[in-house]
């Protein structure tokens, strides 16, 4: 939080003033990670831990395992590891993102119908 996260927030304060802190409500996201936003002043969502429903990152991720799993099964280095993911991440389409978003109202829709339960996405 103080790192990477920390930059990306402080460079964006000029395009919006207050940034708003998404997290799935994960056990790596408490403790430490509160008393931090708080300090930092920063505002929160939390949404239900493990939600793709509520996360597109997610669905990127899965993507990136399903890549993974089917065209490169013999990575044999961290290197060779990051050097994949970032030239996926990369190559991630700016259609692939916006399909992502535009998807999120259905989203909210099947996670309320579902009362927060699972839902096809």
């Given amino acids: 939080m103080l790192g990477p996260l920390k930059s990306f927030v402080d460079e ?17 996201h408490k403790g430490v990670c509160n008393t931090t936003r ?31 799993t089917t065209h490169h099964r013999y990575i044999s280095s961290q290197k060779e590891m990051q050097r994949i993911v970032t030239e996926m991440w990369k190559n991630f389409m700016d259609t692939q993102w916006d399909r992502l978003i535009e998807s999120m109202p259905t989203r909210m829709k099947a996670v309320i119908k579902a009362k927060g339960g699972p839902t096809r996405y």
């Fill in 12 to 28: 964006s304060r000029s395009e919006i003033p207050e940034p708003i802190v998404m997290e799935d409500n994960a056990p790596v």
């Fill in 38 to 68: 708080k300090e930092l002043n920063w505002e929160t969502y939390e949404h239900p831990p493990n939600s793709p429903d509520l996360n597109p990152i997610e669905n990127i991720w899965a993507w990136m395992k399903q890549q993974i």
